[in-house]
């Protein structure tokens, strides 16, 4: 069965993409996860903060001579994540795209204008098939408006754009006023690629200790539903390739982003529980979903979007109506009510 995609203008082997994350950490985990299939490898982010920490502690250096480690601040918690420094993953970068056979992605996770430029093209000069931009900017300020969001997320997208000549995928948040319409802004700035959603590190409250803490858990399969409904919604309206990312752990789960319009899914949690060997169980899942029903590629599937499907009220408001009309029956077991 042919199970291979095109994103970004490249052909891919198969729809499954190594999401930007810890596969990339040595040679033989990213050839193991080839071998089973992935079709497509984005490296773990570098951070801003990573190059601006190693730039603070040059000019301490040329100040006052030898000084504390560049990244001593950014890894003080052992964030193994974060031990490349810059010139270290453009290393990294150019050995994964000597080890592999499948395109190789870098991705950079910043806000300022300036050090995404520079990244990038530090990227496309190691090696790098693509870019992803990936935006995480929580924005608390009360002060800043919405069209002052997303006008500073397109000149970004922008400046990047003019400045390298490899594909560009930008990781959107579900956070956006009108994503629709973001999404065709960033349609015309020339980006090659949307992905949908980024899964943002929340903080949570440790109630015994009244203080807040990190947080960060692998995805469940529960957290697909919101990228299907962006992904039809999306699906013919905008001309660069579509990417779900978040809650794709089976097979099923890689149809039903395909069947809603998407070009690839990215995973990385389904990995990290199942190891590269699940990726071959997922691919497995569709090859058979696919000849069960005659169809000879993943091409011939693309027909739940918004625009194609024969049920729009499944998308639309009317099908929230239908539901809470549906479920106005339920009733609770008063047996389960706590006495006083």
């Not at 594909?167 to 629709?180: E, G, N, Q, R």
């Not at 973001?182 to 690629?193: E, H, K, P, T, Y």
Request: aromatic share 6%; hydrophobic share 40%; charged share 20%.
């Amino acid at each position: 069965m042919d199970m291979s995609t095109r994103f970004l203008g490249l052909t891919l082997p198969s729809p499954i993409v190594l999401g930007s994350g810890p596969l990339d950490q040595t040679t033989a985990l990213a050839r193991a996860c080839e071998a089973a299939g992935a079709g497509m490898l984005i490296m773990h982010s570098l951070f801003e903060e990573q190059f601006t920490a190693e730039q603070v502690a040059g000019h301490w250096s040329m100040e006052h001579g030898s000084g504390p480690d560049p990244l001593a601040a950014f890894t003080m918690d052992d964030a193994d994540t974060f031990i490349l420094r810059p010139q270290e993953y453009y290393q990294r970068l150019s050995e994964l795209k000597s080890a592999l056979r499948i395109p190789v992605a870098g991705s950079i996770n910043g806000i300022t204008a300036g050090n995404w430029v520079m990244y990038a093209r530090d990227m496309e000069e190691a090696g790098a098939d693509a870019v992803e931009l990936n935006i995480y900017d929580p924005i608390m300020d009360g002060d800043l408006s919405s069209r002052d969001i997303e006008a500073r997320l397109l000149e970004v997208v922008k400046l990047v754009r003019h400045a390298v000549d490899i594909p560009l995928v930008v990781k959107l948040s579900p956070f956006y006023t009108s994503i629709a319409h973001l999404a065709r802004q960033l349609d015309s700035a020339g980006v090659d690629g949307i992905a949908i959603f980024n899964r943002f590190y929340q903080p949570d409250i440790d109630v015994e200790a009244v203080e807040a803490h990190r947080t960060l858990r692998c995805s469940t399969s529960e957290e697909l539903p919101l990228r299907l409904r962006w992904t039809a919604a999306l699906s013919g309206n905008i001309n660069a390739s579509i990417a779900v990312t978040g809650g794709v752990h089976t097979g099923h789960d890689v149809l039903k982003a395909v069947l809603a319009g998407a070009h690839v899914t990215q995973v990385v949690s389904a990995i990290i529980k199942g190891g590269p060997g699940h990726l071959t169980k997922m691919l497995d899942q569709v090859d058979s979903w696919l000849m069960q029903r005659g169809e000879a590629s993943l091409d011939g599937i693309r027909r739940m979007s918004l625009q194609n499907t024969p049920d729009r009220d499944a998308y639309d408001r009317v099908n929230y109506v239908k539901l809470l009309r549906d479920k106005a029956g339920m009733t609770v077991d008063a047996s389960l009510t706590p006495h006083p």
